[in-house]
């Protein structure tokens, strides 16, 4: 029996994919979501940056703990927040790249927005109005997100 495993790559590029988990763009303050920042390319890619904003969270080569698999030409991060707060909206952003010359970084971004919970509460200018009387009800609700 004859096994095979065919993957293509074009020469020189890297290819970056971020992909979050759950998929959900807006997710509740205190949920958990992971990031993986993977960038494959033929040689083996020479740069992963994994970044919110401009605030570099990871980069491979230097103190990285990224995994690097030489066989499938890729690197691969995993970033896991397991307490989401209001903070950490903004975008997320996994860049690859090799150092050949001529070619540019690819880029991959995704959005995440942190709501809290959404607290109502309704007031009366009056406890007990009589028939006839005005007054007013005041509804306020607290929370969402920033």
Do not use: R, W
């Not at 205190?30 to 570099?56: A, D, H, M």
């Not at 010359?101 to 927005?113: A, F």
Request: charged share 20%; glycine share 8%.
């Amino acid at each position: 029996m004859v096994m095979s495993k065919t993957t293509s790559f074009t020469v020189g590029n890297a290819d970056a994919t971020l992909t979050q988990a759950p998929v959900e763009s807006e997710l509740l303050k205190g949920s958990s979501v992971t990031f993986i920042c993977k960038v494959e390319g033929n040689p083996l890619p020479t740069k992963l940056i994994f970044k919110k904003g401009t605030q570099v969270l990871k980069s491979y080569p230097s103190g990285s703990d990224a995994d690097v698999d030489k066989e499938t030409y890729h690197l691969s991060y995993e970033h896991t927040f397991n307490s989401l707060e209001l903070l950490n909206t903004g975008d997320y952003t996994c860049e690859g790249e090799n150092d050949n010359s001529g070619t540019q970084p690819d880029i991959d971004t995704k959005t995440l927005t942190v709501v809290s919970d959404v607290t109502v509460s309704l007031s009366a200018s009056t406890d007990k109005p009589s028939f006839g009387d005005a007054f007013t009800i005041t509804c306020t609700a607290t929370g969402g997100s920033l």
